[in-house]
């Protein structure tokens, strides 16, 4: 019997798989079927790390602004200055004020200053704790 010689298409197959893994160590660079369960594996950890990284890239943000307010003004803290932020509807992300914070330390005690010159009195009523009598209102 002759020799038959294979069509190209399997080994075409093979080579994206293992163009995938170049640079994986041991076995998962060499043997096909190792390679496409690394692949698999792969595809998994970073579909499920691209909500993780959004989730803590938000965190340090946060704990950068939380630190370099704090540090600038003693009265003031994050979740107060985010919420006047949005009730004088300066609308700044996250991201760029922590960046403000770490690049631009005098724009953002600018900001802080600005917030804390005009800062209102917020007067909790009964509506928003309803364990409160009619005639007691706390001020914050």
């Not at 985010?82 to 960046?99: E, G």
């Amino acid at each position: 019997m002759t020799r038959v010689r294979r069509g190209y298409i399997a080994r075409r197959r093979r080579k994206r798989i293992r163009s995938f893994a170049a640079g994986f160590r041991g076995a998962h660079s060499r043997l096909t079927q190792t390679i496409a369960q690394q692949q698999l594996r792969a595809w998994v950890s970073s579909h499920r790390d691209r909500g993780r990284q959004k989730r803590e890239f938000r965190r340090l943000w946060i704990t950068r602004l939380n630190a370099a307010i704090r540090e600038h003004t003693l009265n003031l803290n994050y979740s107060l200055f985010i919420h006047t932020l949005y009730k004088r509807q300066l609308l700044l992300n996250r991201k760029i004020l922590a960046q403000l914070a770490i690049f631009n330390r005098n724009c953002l005690s600018i900001i802080s200053t600005e917030i804390l010159s005009n800062l209102p009195r917020i007067s909790l009523s009964d509506s928003e704790f309803p364990s409160l009598n009619k005639n007691n209102k706390v001020y914050i």
